[in-house]
């Protein structure tokens, strides 16, 4: 494994892992666009954004473009987060030129007036899809209530309304501000050609003009609140609890994330046997996610109607007790030796690798390899995982719950 | 690509097949077990996911707790399914541990406690799998449409009926472990990092002494309706049409498959670009030919607000049919070109490959190396293909909808 890095006189970073066993490779553009970045008028633009990147360029059609992508057998896609708009592809070693020729070229894109009102209809099912399946938007909403007045509490999708009124001028000018050479980085792992990748990113992409980008990063301040949706026509009952956590610049993340999976991982946590091995919840977890200068816990509980407030409390005990107690050298072990697995099963894929080194170098400007990671992850300490408890406690959350039951009691 | 796959079939019966992918620190497995829900009895749907629930509850030496922490202790990121034909256990982790999770998993599928105290939490589990179907109407659609589609009971969801679940007993699951859970039919494939000679006999020393006699497959019954519609309060309506394509060792097989791939995979493909892309009906569109041993067919779904919902039925059912025409070269050149680099993209899984092995065993009495398939790929051309589209045309459609209200299947379609 080796780290490479090239910036162009426009700002654009190129970073990459070269792994020359790899049979392929994953390339990316990392763009520091997302929901926080937006505004109420502009609510959903980035992710809309994201879909009209593919709708063609000066020289290529919407058509062209998939086809190209589909010629060289690419794995690609997009996705857009709170923080960040990211394309991607994996292909073969041999397809690397043209793979980066045709990102770089719709990284530029031509946000014709047509093609918006047609993706528009598209975002808006996006959004009637998700209103449709659990937890049935109550993920945005927990959200928007834990973050109050905090950039972090908008949406990624918008609503129908914030997409129905986006005008296409207004997405063209977020564009041009955003999609900055030096707010945005390409990134590659696997089996990369680095001088070739470095040389020809030169050529396609050192004509973009540099704008500034500015990102606020204040402060998240911690929330506590508790509140119930009324959804008749649901079988079951969810519930959603977001806490502050350590944020992705705090070497506490490790921590944070070892006591998220005693706490509540999918299988052999706390959760799981108090919950999910007794049958009380279809589903009971606890994740830590972070952001440019904030963290959060998110807990999320899927149950029959009747045990939720039951179940609620449990979580409730589950967290003070842990607050009171800490947590075993053994349970910290057992996580440790988990997530160390998942580290090294998941870092055989190139395009996770991609994942990996594109989200830390644009959030943090750093490069973590599968090594340090997994120093990172056995250095944590019962008394670090303490600490990070005090300072951020599980049991001042923002719980939203939605379901048949029209109450449920506040857990004491 | 050089591959070797390595096979060997135990006296009784029991097959491991493996595969070493060296330049990989991991090593994944797939258990096959010949106990899906197609033994099922009618009125006792549901019963190989409850089987498999109650053996994850301890087993050999080791209570439920301790069976989780020890395989969470060697690093073992596992998974459990059922399907008509099988139940699979699996399984990777880092290749060194490997050895030691093959023998938790020997007394699993071996000598589960199936504990009796345990039944209520386990009823629980698999009646809360049952309700969260209902909140998922895209699911919901898709295995409602499997249902009418094939015969029974080869199309019933593995997730049972309420009434069932509620009045299993632990006798029935334990006369159903016994039946059912079997050395001849299972199948264990391996992949990643390890020594052929060392896992034969390690596999060998675990399950060799394993008896069970064969047991055949139940007989084939009726199809359901051809067109149904579920009432749904939501937004979108689902729509899913099925119509029979050839299993895997159907000698066509390939054929089919590629007259699938362009109609969906890539974004270049028909239903993504006619249904999507021109006319921005929906979000989600996909077509995928789904294989048993026996049967086959080709699953389409697509969802979409409810006043569009008939315009996407419309369109879809156009480009289905239209398929019977014929593909052009162009796109079975994107075809190929995707086909390659994901097969050389699945050398880079341990846990895909062990399942794709153990698939494969179960479909072909042998397992593919990816040099094979790839070259099975290389062969095929639009004359093939367009041929066997002429003498398969999509046709005979069942659909199910799942939303406000009904839509209307052309005649012609039906």
Same mark, same amino acid.
């Given at each position: 494994?080796?780290?490479?890095?090239?910036?162009?006189?426009?700002?654009?970073?190129?970073?990459?892992?070269?792994?020359?066993?790899?049979?392929?490779?994953?390339?990316?553009?990392?763009?520091?666009?997302?929901?926080?970045?937006?505004?109420?008028?502009?609510?959903?633009?980035?992710?809309?954004?994201?879909?009209?990147?593919?709708?063609?360029?000066?020289?290529?059609?919407?058509?062209?473009?998939?086809?190209?992508?589909?010629?060289?057998?690419?794995?690609?896609?997009?996705?857009?987060?709170?923080?960040?708009?990211?394309?991607?592809?994996?292909?073969?070693?041999?397809?690397?030129?043209?793979?980066?020729?045709?990102?770089?070229?719709?990284?530029?894109?031509?946000?014709?007036?047509?093609?918006?009102?047609?993706?528009?209809?598209?975002?808006?099912?996006?959004?009637?899809?998700?209103?449709?399946?659990?937890?049935?938007?109550?993920?945005?909403?927990?959200?928007?209530?834990?973050?109050?007045?905090?950039?972090?509490?908008?949406?990624?999708?918008?609503?129908?309304?914030?997409?129905?009124?986006?005008?296409?001028?207004?997405?063209?000018?977020?564009?041009?501000?955003?999609?900055?050479?030096?707010?945005?980085?390409?990134?590659? @792992?696997?089996?990369?050609?680095?001088?070739?990748?470095?040389?020809?990113?030169?050529?396609?992409?050192?004509?973009?003009?540099?704008?500034?980008?500015?990102?606020?990063?204040?402060?998240?301040?911690?929330?506590?609140?508790?509140?119930?949706?009324?959804?008749?026509?649901?079988?079951?009952?969810?519930?959603?609890?977001?806490?502050?956590?350590?944020?992705?610049?705090?070497?506490?993340?490790?921590?944070?994330?070892?006591?998220?999976?005693?706490?509540?991982?999918?299988?052999?946590?706390?959760?799981?046997?108090?919950?999910?091995?007794?049958?009380?919840?279809?589903?009971?977890?606890?994740?830590?996610?972070?952001?440019?200068?904030?963290?959060?816990?998110? @807990?999320?509980?899927?149950?029959?109607?009747?045990?939720?407030?039951?179940?609620?409390?449990?979580?409730?005990?589950?967290?003070?007790?842990?607050?009171?107690?800490?947590?075993?050298?053994?349970?910290?072990?057992?996580?440790?030796?988990?997530?160390?697995?998942?580290?090294?099963?998941?870092?055989?894929?190139?395009?996770?690798?991609?994942?990996?080194?594109?989200?830390?170098?644009?959030?943090?400007?750093?490069?973590?390899?599968?090594?340090?990671?997994?120093?990172?992850?056995?250095?944590?300490?019962?008394?670090?995982?303490?600490?990070?408890?005090?300072?951020?406690?599980?049991?001042?959350?923002?719980?939203?719950?939605?379901?048949?039951?029209?109450?449920?009691?506040?857990?004491? | 690509?050089?591959?070797?796959?390595?096979?060997?079939?135990?006296?009784?019966?029991?097959?491991?097949?493996?595969?070493?992918?060296?330049?990989?620190?991991?090593?994944?497995?797939?258990?096959?077990?010949?106990?899906?829900?197609?033994?099922?009895?009618?009125?006792?749907?549901?019963?190989?996911?409850?089987?498999?629930?109650?053996?994850?509850?301890?087993?050999?030496?080791?209570?439920?707790?301790?069976?989780?922490?020890?395989?969470?202790?060697?690093?073992?990121?596992?998974?459990?399914?059922?399907?008509?034909?099988?139940?699979?256990?699996?399984?990777?982790?880092?290749?060194?541990?490997?050895?030691?999770?093959?023998?938790?998993?020997?007394?699993?599928?071996?000598?589960?406690?199936?504990?009796?105290?345990?039944?209520?939490?386990?009823?629980?589990?698999?009646?809360?799998?049952?309700?969260?179907?209902?909140?998922?109407?895209?699911?919901?659609?898709?295995?409602?449409?499997?249902?009418?589609?094939?015969?029974?009971?080869?199309?019933?969801?593995?997730?049972?009926?309420?009434?069932?679940?509620?009045?299993?007993?632990?006798?029935?699951?334990?006369?159903?472990?016994?039946?059912?859970?079997?050395?001849?039919?299972?199948?264990?494939?391996?992949?990643?990092?390890?020594?052929?000679?060392?896992?034969?006999?390690?596999?060998?020393?675990?399950?060799?002494?394993?008896?069970?006699?064969?047991?055949?497959?139940?007989?084939?019954?009726?199809?359901?309706?051809?067109?149904?519609?579920?009432?749904?309060?939501?937004?979108?309506?689902?729509?899913?049409?099925?119509?029979?394509?050839?299993?895997?060792?159907?000698?066509?097989?390939?054929?089919?498959?590629?007259?699938?791939?362009?109609?969906?995979?890539?974004?270049?493909?028909?239903?993504?670009?006619?249904?999507?892309?021109?006319?921005?009906?929906?979000?989600?569109?996909?077509?995928?030919?789904?294989?048993?041993?026996?049967?086959?067919?080709?699953?389409?779904?697509?969802?979409?607000?409810?006043?569009?919902?008939?315009?996407?039925?419309?369109?879809?059912?156009?480009?289905?049919?239209?398929?019977?025409?014929?593909?052009?070269?162009?796109?079975?050149?994107?075809?190929?070109?995707?086909?390659?680099?994901?097969?050389?993209?699945?050398?880079?899984?341990?846990?895909?490959?062990?399942?794709?092995?153990?698939?494969?065993?179960?479909?072909?009495?042998?397992?593919?190396?990816?040099d094979e398939i790839g070259r099975l790929v290389d062969e095929l051309s639009c004359e093939g293909i367009n041929a066997y589209l002429a003498a398969n045309p999509p046709d005979d459609f069942t659909l199910v909808t799942v939303g406000p209200s009904a839509l209307k299947m052309p005649v012609a379609a039906l």
């Amino acid at each position: 494994m080796e780290f490479l890095r090239h910036t162009l006189e426009n700002g654009l970073e190129g970073v990459a892992e070269r792994n020359a066993e790899a049979h392929s490779l994953g390339l990316g553009f990392f763009v520091q666009a997302g929901s926080r970045d937006e505004t109420d008028a502009l609510a959903g633009v980035s992710h809309f954004l994201e879909h009209m990147v593919f709708k063609g360029t000066a020289t290529r059609t919407a058509d062209d473009v998939n086809r190209e992508f589909d010629d060289m057998g690419a794995h690609y896609n997009a996705f857009t987060t709170e923080e960040n708009t990211v394309y991607y592809a994996a292909v073969l070693p041999e397809c690397q030129p043209r793979c980066l020729d045709l990102l770089a070229d719709i990284l530029r894109p031509s946000l014709r007036q047509e093609d918006f009102d047609t993706e528009k209809q598209v975002i808006i099912e996006e959004i009637r899809m998700y209103e449709d399946q659990p937890p049935f938007g109550a993920d945005d909403q927990c959200k928007a209530t834990h973050f109050g007045s905090h950039p972090l509490s908008r949406s990624v999708l918008g609503t129908v309304a914030s997409i129905t009124n986006l005008p296409a001028d207004e997405m063209r000018a977020y564009f041009a501000h955003r999609y900055s050479p030096a707010n945005m980085v390409l990134a590659a @792992a696997g089996r990369v050609d680095f001088d070739q990748l470095a040389e020809q990113a030169e050529r396609v992409c050192g004509g973009w003009p540099r704008t500034a980008a500015h990102r606020r990063l204040p402060a998240a301040d911690p929330h506590s609140s508790f509140d119930v949706i009324h959804r008749p026509s649901a079988n079951q009952q969810y519930a959603l609890q977001l806490m502050n956590g350590p944020a992705a610049e705090d070497d506490d993340r490790f921590a944070a994330k070892l006591l998220a999976t005693i706490i509540g991982d999918d299988s052999g946590s706390r959760f799981y046997w108090e919950l999910v091995d007794t049958g009380l919840a279809e589903q009971a977890n606890l994740g830590h996610y972070e952001y440019q200068g904030a963290g959060v816990y998110m @807990a999320y509980l899927s149950c029959e109607p009747q045990q939720a407030a039951s179940n609620l409390q449990c979580i409730a005990n589950i967290y003070r007790q842990v607050e009171r107690e800490g947590v075993r050298a053994e349970e910290l072990a057992q996580a440790q030796t988990k997530v160390k697995a998942r580290v090294v099963l998941s870092s055989e894929r190139p395009r996770n690798r991609l994942f990996s080194v594109g989200g830390n170098w644009i959030s943090q400007r750093e490069y973590r390899s599968v090594r340090a990671d997994l120093a990172a992850v056995d250095a944590v300490t019962v008394d670090a995982v303490q600490r990070v408890l005090a300072k951020y406690p599980l049991s001042i959350n923002t719980t939203l719950a939605i379901g048949p039951q029209a109450r449920i009691a506040r857990p004491q | 690509m050089t591959q070797s796959i390595h096979s060997h079939t135990y006296e009784n019966g029991l097959v491991l097949v493996a595969e070493p992918m060296r330049s990989l620190e991991s090593a994944a497995f797939t258990f096959l077990v010949p106990a899906g829900c197609c033994y099922d009895p009618d009125d006792r749907s549901g019963l190989s996911a409850f089987t498999c629930e109650m053996a994850l509850r301890g087993a050999g030496p080791r209570d439920s707790r301790a069976f989780v922490q020890d395989l969470e202790n060697l690093g073992v990121e596992r998974a459990e399914s059922v399907s008509a034909a099988h139940v699979s256990y699996s399984g990777a982790t880092l290749a060194g541990n490997l050895l030691p999770a093959l023998a938790i998993y020997a007394d699993l599928v071996r000598r589960p406690h199936l504990p009796a105290d345990q039944l209520p939490a386990g009823r629980m589990v698999v009646l809360q799998d049952l309700r969260a179907i209902e909140d998922d109407p895209a699911q919901k659609v898709m295995l409602e449409l499997r249902r009418r589609h094939y015969p029974n009971p080869w199309g019933r969801p593995s997730q049972g009926e309420q009434q069932a679940l509620e009045e299993t007993t632990i006798d029935e699951i334990r006369d159903h472990f016994c039946g059912l859970y079997r050395p001849c039919g299972t199948i264990l494939g391996v992949a990643g990092r390890f020594t052929w000679r060392r896992l034969k006999d390690w596999v060998g020393g675990l399950f060799g002494d394993w008896c069970g006699a064969d047991i055949g497959l139940p007989a084939a019954g009726q199809t359901g309706a051809k067109q149904t519609h579920m009432a749904h309060p939501s937004n979108q309506t689902q729509i899913g049409i099925a119509y029979r394509s050839v299993p895997y060792r159907h000698p066509d097989y390939f054929q089919a498959w590629g007259s699938v791939g362009v109609l969906s995979g890539g974004m270049s493909s028909r239903l993504f670009t006619e249904v999507r892309e021109r006319r921005g009906l929906c979000y989600s569109v996909y077509a995928s030919l789904h294989t048993q041993r026996d049967r086959a067919c080709v699953l389409c779904y697509a969802g979409t607000s409810a006043d569009r919902a008939q315009e996407t039925l419309d369109v879809t059912l156009a480009e289905l049919r239209r398929l019977a025409a014929g593909i052009e070269p162009v796109e079975l050149d994107r075809l190929k070109a995707r086909i390659k680099s994901a097969l050389i993209m699945q050398q880079e899984s341990s846990s895909a490959r062990s399942g794709a092995l153990a698939r494969d065993w179960y479909h072909l009495g042998q397992a593919r190396t990816l040099d094979e398939i790839g070259r099975l790929v290389d062969e095929l051309s639009c004359e093939g293909i367009n041929a066997y589209l002429a003498a398969n045309p999509p046709d005979d459609f069942t659909l199910v909808t799942v939303g406000p209200s009904a839509l209307k299947m052309p005649v012609a379609a039906l």
